[in-house]
């Protein structure tokens, strides 16, 4: 059985600001940095083979300092699971997209990325990683919107609908050729 432990980053400005970020390359905030380090403590427990992470700075920070921590070798960049454009709504916040588009802001052609491709991307890049690894356990940090599109590309029936937080943790098994998922969004690391 192939595991893996999907992470989204850790906490930024823009997130505190509500700002969609997209591809963005922001950093971590403090709060970020300290998210991180508080997962690799909850991590470091379990036994981890590889480490990838999504080639945006917020996500590689995050990425570097779990596999610092837990004494993990960072296998890769893969540009296939960095977060969904967001085209001409990155830096905004919904009031900036209402008052410079109107309420249905989201039924325009704004240059965002499609989910459909999002999901088909984000799917393939973490078979890949999988391919690589068979029956190993492998970290992959990496961002909400296209790790939510990538679960459901792998479990298509699985409810994908609760936002993912800050440094949050989903577990999927590759057996058999079928993906499962096991843990969703879990955040006790940070109570």
């Known amino acids: 059985m192939t595991i893996i432990g999907l992470i989204r980053h850790g906490s930024t400005f ?6 969609a970020q997209g591809h963005t390359d922001n950093a971590l905030d403090e709060e970020g940095k300290q998210q991180a380090a508080a997962i690799a403590e909850r991590l470091s427990g379990e036994s981890w083979d590889y480490m990838y992470s999504s080639d945006l ?16 070798h960072m296998e890769g960049l893969v540009p296939g699971i960095r977060e969904m454009n967001g085209g001409l709504i990155e830096g905004t916040t919904e009031a900036d997209r209402i008052e410079r588009w109107g309420s249905s802001w989201k039924s325009l052609d704004l240059g965002l990325e499609n989910p459909e491709a999002a999901r088909i991307r984000g799917s393939q890049a973490i078979m890949d990683i999988a391919a690589k690894h068979p029956g190993k356990n492998i970290l992959v940090v990496s961002h909400g919107a296209i790790l939510r599109h990538t679960l459901r590309g792998l479990v298509p029936d699985f409810n994908t609908n609760e936002v993912l937080k800050n440094t949050s943790i989903t577990r999927i098994h590759l057996l058999d050729g079928v993906w499962t998922c096991e843990l969703y969004n879990c955040v006790k690391h940070l109570d």
């Open 57 to 72: 700075l917020r996500a590689r920070q995050t990425a570097e300092i779990i596999a610092d921590r837990m004494g993990i």
């Open 14 to 19: 823009w997130n505190k600001e509500g700002r």
